[in-house]
């Protein structure tokens, strides 16, 4: 993966970058905005690109509000679904739900037989 631009001098073109990482230093500024620590190593203009969006909502609502496009990691989008009913909907899609309790078992735990005690 290439993340340098030519004759850069060694700074990382964010341009470059694929959605998880770009996703990675989005979630960096967002904590360093949050009180957290800071943000250092982001690349040089990264926040300012996400800042002049329209769909940009602040980097405390990132990944809430608003996220990284899927297709075009250089795009900010504005989130159709909170994170919370992003899981809820991948829970019911991978994990089997326990017999009349409507809690999730990892698919995984029950072909091994590791599920709950007293709930057979």
């Known amino acids: 993966m290439r993340t340098r631009k030519p004759g850069s001098g ?33 690349p040089q203009g990264l926040s300012e690109h996400f800042e002049k969006q329209d769909a940009f909502r602040g980097w405390h609502e990132f990944g809430g509000a608003w996220d990284v496009d899927e297709k075009d990691p250089l795009r900010a989008t504005l989130r ?13 899609r991978v994990a089997v739900p326990l017999p009349g309790q409507g809690h999730f078992l990892d698919p995984k735990q029950k072909a091994k037989g590791n599920g709950p005690q007293g709930n057979v």
Not at 13 to 24: A, G, I, S, T
Not at 81 to 91: N, P, Q, R
């Open 80 to 92: 159709q679904f909170t994170v919370w009913e992003e899981w809820d909907a991948t829970l019911r």
């Open 10 to 42: 060694g700074e990382t073109d964010f341009r470059l970058l694929p959605r998880r990482r770009m996703r990675y230093w989005c979630f960096r500024l967002r904590t360093q905005t949050e009180g957290g620590a800071p943000a250092e190593g982001v």
